[in-house]
């Protein structure tokens, strides 16, 4: 398989490591110094791109990938006002495109535990909810992407909570995330239940950036020849 890596950060090294191992070929490695490469006849040469950028440059990379004709697996963050048009112009142009906020399989995993103890505390209102993420310094969103989707899966089933905010809070509406920045700290998201009986946590902690980059490579894999709309859920079978 032949990829373009959009985005050549540590991320992006870490997925070009495990590529590589696995016998892909990494046609471009295009950062800012290498802009000209996301021209389509230089990204058409990719079965597939892995774009991990940020906030600022997601959609436009996004959109050039789709008018290069080559699925895109995205897991920058801190772009999702632009997510609906993107969805749209995907089934539109007939393009492949897949977006995580975490390409990990244990984050992945954890995201479904998360959504059935919501579903089981949902009526348990003797239990205050509240949420912690620690990520190391150079993180620039807070929270993060995979905070802000643990909280939208719980603010489904637990009605109670209406709006997330990024601070401690007492009102009884509102679901407080802590983010915390830390070096050296590749992620971890703890979601924790608390009543004057007794607490429920539970966590995810993450000992590298190898998870994450190993699964944006098995979602490219997967990805490649596939034209729709598509998450980890689709690729794990979850």
Same mark, same amino acid.
């Given at each position: 398989?032949?990829?373009?890596?959009?985005?050549?950060?540590?991320?992006?090294?870490?997925?070009?490591?495990?590529?590589?191992?696995?016998?892909?070929?990494?046609?471009?490695?295009?950062?800012?110094?290498?802009?000209?490469?996301?021209?389509?006849?230089?990204?058409? !040469?990719?079965?597939?791109?892995? /774009?991990? @950028?940020?906030?600022?440059?997601?959609? %436009?990379? $996004?959109? =050039?990938?789709?008018?290069?004709?080559?699925?895109?697996?995205?897991?920058?963050?801190?772009?999702?006002?632009?997510?609906?048009?993107?969805?749209?112009?995907?089934?539109?142009?007939?393009?492949?495109?897949?977006?995580?906020?975490?390409?990990?399989?244990?984050?992945?995993?954890?995201?479904?535990?998360?959504?059935?103890?919501?579903?089981?505390?949902?009526?348990?209102?003797?239990?205050?909810?509240?949420?912690?993420?620690?990520?190391?310094?150079?993180?620039?969103?807070?929270?993060?992407?995979?905070?802000?989707?643990?909280?939208?899966?719980?603010?489904?089933?637990?009605?109670? !909570?209406?709006?997330?905010?990024? /601070?401690? @809070?007492?009102?009884?509406?509102?679901? %407080?995330? $802590?983010? =915390?920045?830390?070096?050296?700290?590749?992620?971890?998201?703890?979601?924790?239940?608390?009543?004057?009986?007794?607490?429920?946590?539970?966590?995810?902690?993450?000992?590298?950036?190898?998870?994450?980059?190993?699964?944006?490579?098995?979602?490219?894999?997967?990805?490649?020849?596939?034209?729709?709309?598509?998450?980890?859920?689709?690729?794990?079978?979850?």
């Amino acid at each position: 398989m032949k990829i373009a890596l959009i985005g050549y950060g540590k991320m992006g090294k870490a997925i070009e490591t495990i590529a590589v191992a696995k016998g892909h070929e990494i046609v471009h490695r295009i950062d800012l110094s290498s802009q000209h490469l996301l021209e389509k006849e230089e990204l058409s !040469k990719a079965d597939v791109a892995i /774009e991990f @950028t940020g906030p600022e440059t997601a959609y %436009s990379n $996004i959109l =050039k990938c789709f008018a290069a004709n080559v699925p895109v697996v995205c897991g920058s963050t801190g772009w999702l006002e632009h997510l609906p048009a993107v969805k749209s112009l995907c089934l539109e142009q007939h393009q492949g495109f897949l977006y995580a906020s975490n390409f990990s399989v244990g984050v992945n995993i954890f995201f479904e535990i998360n959504k059935r103890l919501a579903e089981l505390m949902a009526n348990q209102s003797q239990y205050e909810v509240k949420m912690e993420e620690i990520h190391h310094t150079q993180k620039r969103d807070a929270p993060s992407g995979t905070a802000i989707t643990l909280a939208e899966q719980l603010m489904e089933l637990v009605r109670r !909570k209406q709006e997330w905010v990024n /601070e401690e @809070t007492s009102r009884p509406e509102q679901l %407080s995330i $802590i983010s =915390k920045r830390e070096d050296p700290a590749p992620g971890t998201h703890s979601i924790t239940y608390t009543s004057a009986i007794d607490d429920i946590t539970i966590t995810h902690t993450a000992h590298s950036r190898e998870g994450f980059a190993s699964g944006a490579v098995i979602a490219a894999e997967w990805l490649k020849g596939k034209t729709g709309i598509f998450s980890m859920k689709d690729v794990l079978s979850l």
